[in-house]
């Protein structure tokens, strides 16, 4: 069984900042790529960021230069420092990771249960 916790989200004003923090745990192989998504009322979930294990950064044209994602493999933890933050910002967070439950075993992504992030104007 394999749980991502999600914390770090709330309520702040626009031009603020969070930082986003995501756990994974469980039986655990090996985590290669995790991320996070956003997905706003009304609207579909929608790529904020990625990074690989290696440490291979994406991210979306709209937060480019405001956010920035990291990990700490030792951890299985990924996180999300988001900066000048916009009332078109406001959705909720969800963790990615894409991992191997245990030697030998399928590639499989799981998703946590997501964080509110509120700017407002």
């Known amino acids: 069984q394999v749980q991502l916790v999600e914390s770090g989200g709330g309520l702040v004003q626009a031009g603020g900042s969070l930082r986003l923090s995501c756990a994974a745990s469980?039986?655990?192989?090996?985590?290669?790529?995790m991320g996070w998504y956003r997905q706003a009322p009304g609207k579909q979930r929608e790529l904020v960021s990625t990074i690989t294990r290696g440490g291979i950064t994406n991210y979306a044209d709209s937060v480019k230069g405001r956010f920035t994602i990291s990990r700490d493999n030792a951890k299985n933890t990924v996180y999300l420092q988001m900066n000048s933050l916009k009332p078109e910002d406001t959705a909720v967070y969800y963790c990615n990771a894409n991992l191997i439950p245990f030697s030998g075993g399928p590639r499989l992504g799981y998703w946590g249960q997501g964080t509110q992030v509120t700017v407002s104007s």
């Open positions: 469980g039986t655990i192989f090996s985590i290669n790529a």
